[in-house]
């Protein structure tokens, strides 16, 4: 049984730095992902991770700001977000894809798995 359980969401001021935590109960995952939602869009992939590989891809408006590593130990999906900006604002969800193998996918719907989402607001 897959459980995804996220943490670390907050209010922060614009250039701000924040760390997401999403603990990861089960395994067979070959992808972990962070998406976001802000009101009124969709749900944007901004940084996957291939479990086997380790290779990870980022959406281009956090590329060289967000991090995302697995701490394989503990089998925790973290996402460390420094220079937070205000369009960063969202609702955050780490997500588990076990059916798609290769790359990692962008989309939503390839994943089988959610966490209950964590909100990161970020005031200018």
């Known amino acids: 049984h897959v459980q995804l359980v996220e943490s670390g969401g907050g209010s922060v001021q614009s250039g701000g730095s924040l760390r997401l935590s999403c603990a990861v109960s089960?395994?067979?995952?070959?992808?972990l992902a962070w998406f976001r939602q802000a009101p009124g869009k969709e749900r944007e992939g901004v940084a996957l991770?291939?479990?086997?590989?380790?290779?990870?891809d980022y959406a281009d408006s956090v590329k060289g700001r967000f991090t995302i590593s697995h701490a394989n130990a503990k089998n925790t999906l973290n996402l460390q977000m420094n220079s937070l900006k205000s369009v960063d604002t969202a609702m955050y969800y780490c997500?588990?894809?076990?059916?798609?193998?290769?790359?990692?996918?962008?989309?939503?719907?390839?994943?089988?798995?959610w966490g209950q989402g964590t909100q990161v607001t970020v005031s200018t």
């Open positions: 997500a588990q894809d076990q059916d798609h193998l290769g790359s990692c996918l962008r989309a939503a719907a390839d994943y089988n798995y």
């Open positions: 089960g395994y067979g995952a070959h992808c």
């Open positions: 991770l291939a479990t086997v590989s380790g290779a990870t």
